[in-house]
């Protein structure tokens, strides 16, 4: 069983996710072991509803186990209450989503410095940083662009900038080609395993997509709710 250790990014101990309709009990993920060193490449691979999603918004808090312990940069984050489960996602955790999710009405660089105004940052502070990760991930030309004025995959590197641009301790990343023709796809796919080795940053993919798994130090299969590697 996986025990908390200050060299992994994330420790889940017996956890358990179920939801309840009244008196009725729907599994998602059962008794699961998991632990993943600090800076891999993980690919969480698996069919739709086999429970990926469920364990990434664990992971994140944004959701919480039925049962178990999960530890993230040797930190329990079960059983905390909502404003230190805010404080940990503001201050660790970077999101990827499948639907991009950039404000319309802002232009590429507003939708990264989004992210970085929760911090106590001087606003040519978030502003620099705002440039530097859009310049990470080549679109620094881009800057003043809205949304509609970019391409899916642009759109999808402008929200890999988001969420590295705070320089968090992990990032996961939900089916984040699912919206995406396959050439460009994997140009995705190879901007986050850059930014994972310059940075050492660890990262975490949801997808159904085997493509990705190539690109993994990791993959860990999920099926009915329980991972094998």
Do not use: C
Not at 103 to 110: F, H, N, R, S, V
Not at 183 to 189: A, L, R, S
């Amino acid at each position: 069983m996986p025990q908390k250790s200050q060299s992994s990014a994330v420790s889940i101990n017996q956890v358990s996710k179920s939801y309840f309709t009244g008196e009725l009990e729907t599994p998602v993920l059962t008794d699961l072991n998991l632990d993943i060193p600090r800076g891999e490449f993980v690919v969480v691979l698996g069919v739709s509803g086999s429970g990926k999603t469920t364990l990434l918004n664990l992971i994140g808090a944004l959701d919480a186990p039925t049962a178990g312990r999960i530890h993230v940069d040797g930190e329990e984050i079960t059983g905390r209450n909502r404003w230190d489960l805010a404080e940990y996602r503001r201050r660790k955790m970077g999101f990827i989503f499948q639907f991009f999710n950039l404000l319309p009405t802002l232009t590429a660089g507003e939708n990264v410095r989004a992210a970085l105004d929760l911090l106590d940052l001087e606003p040519e502070k978030r502003r620099a940083l705002s440039v530097e990760s859009l310049k990470s991930v080549g679109l620094d030309e881009k800057f003043d662009k809205f949304p509609s004025q970019l391409s899916g995959g642009e759109q999808q590197r402008v929200a890999i900038a988001r969420a590295l641009s705070k320089s968090p301790f992990l990032v996961l990343a939900d089916e984040p080609t699912g919206n995406l023709d396959a050439e460009t796809g994997e140009k995705i796919v190879a901007t986050m395993k850059k930014i994972n080795r310059e940075t050492g940053t660890t990262v975490i993919v949801g997808t159904h997509d085997e493509d990705i798994a190539r690109a993994a130090d990791k993959v860990l299969h999920i099926r009915d709710g329980r991972i094998t590697l």
